[in-house]
């Protein structure tokens, strides 16, 4: 005899653990438990809002309350490692929706327009691992990079006092006599081709 399909939404209340049929009454724990043991079952998370969080299949793009979710999970820039872009940012699917992705919290990074651009067209895939995300080219891994710096002059002190540098007024005075820099000359230091003159 072939089991019936139905679908009963089950909202949980994660702060208390209580449960409830939806738009119905309160469940027992074991009423709860019971049917989560027979189903299938589906994460489906609100914020304080009541926005869902998790739209599975039903919904391709991202939602305004993910997009605000995804962009305070993710710093606020894009994720591509040492990519400092805070602009311009796309929620993309980790696992592609034309592979079956879900629209879900979990399954989406905020990416700037540029490196949503290099996945797509290069070949790169994400993959998650140990709660932090890995992007991979083709064959190889991208290493990972360092925070990008912020430009706020408080990050570069203590930047600078984690190193063991004592930046002050000082600090950028100039070591020679005041003649010009002599641009060849360092650029021989770095092993860089001399300038090409310009043409008359």
Not at 60 to 79: F, H, I, P, Y
Request: with cysteine; glycine share 8%; hydrophobic share 35%.
């Amino acid at each position: 005899m072939e089991r019936g399909h139905t679908e009963v939404i089950v909202p949980v209340d994660a702060s208390t653990g209580t449960a409830r049929l939806d738009n119905g009454p309160a469940l027992a724990p074991t009423t709860a438990q019971r049917l989560a043991c027979d189903a299938k079952i589906q994460l489906l998370l609100d914020d304080r809002a009541g926005n869902r969080m998790y739209l599975g299949r039903s919904h391709r793009l991202a939602s305004d309350a993910q997009v605000r979710a995804l962009t305070a999970r993710d710093g606020e820039r894009c994720q591509f490692p040492g990519c400092p872009h805070t602009r311009y940012l796309n929620a993309h699917h980790i696992i592609p929706w034309e592979l079956g992705g879900t629209t879900d919290v979990d399954n989406l990074i905020m990416i700037c327009s540029f490196h949503h651009t290099v996945v797509h067209d290069h070949g790169y895939r994400i993959h998650r691992v140990k709660g932090r995300c890995e992007f991979q080219r083709p064959g190889t891994l991208v290493p990972e990079a360092a925070e990008p710096l912020s430009g706020k002059a408080e990050s570069l002190v203590e930047m600078h006092t984690r190193a063991g540098l004592h930046i002050n007024h000082k600090t950028i005075s100039s070591k020679w006599q005041g003649d010009n820099l002599d641009i060849d000359y360092v650029l021989g230091l770095l092993l860089l081709p001399k300038r090409i003159p310009a043409a008359a």
